[in-house]
Nanobody, 117 residues
Framework: VQLQESGPGLVKPSQTLSLTCTVS??????????WSWIRQPPGKGLEWMGH???????YYSPSLKTRTSISRDTSKNQFNLQLRSVSPEDTAVYYC??????????WGQGTQVTVSS
């Protein structure tokens, strides 16, 4: 399975950050696969943001739940991230990733998003 993030690299404060992950080599509806968004702010560790399951069920990090939405487009084999009301603290490299039924992970290459006016 290959994953590729896409979206704007620069977002203004208070706006909504929107990213898309395009998946190839496998279907996002494959049973027991969980499709996540993960970010890494500069100089900090990885932060899991949430996932959407093979059946479309979503689950979010409690610290980001009020600002985060993850959705999918099965016709395009894509899943999406929206992060509302961003601030400079949301500047990070954003990754999409999948947890396979075996427990192994596959990752996209990551995309830099900067929040700045």
């Amino acid at each position: 399975v290959q994953l590729q993030e896409s979206g704007p690299g620069l977002v203004k404060p208070s706006q909504t950050l929107s990213l898309t992950c395009t998946v190839s080599g496998g279907s996002i509806t494959t049973s027991d696969y969980y499709w996540s968004w993960i970010r890494q702010p500069p100089g900090k560790g990885l932060e899991w943001m949430g996932h959407i399951s093979y059946s479309g069920t979503t689950y979010y990090s409690p610290s980001l739940k009020t600002r985060t939405s993850i959705s999918r487009d099965t016709s395009k084999n894509q899943f999406n991230l929206q992060l509302r009301s961003v601030s400079p603290e949301d500047t990070a490299v954003y990754y999409c990733a999948v947890k396979h039924r075996t427990g192994a992970w596959s990752w996209g290459q990551g995309t830099q998003v900067t929040v700045s006016s």
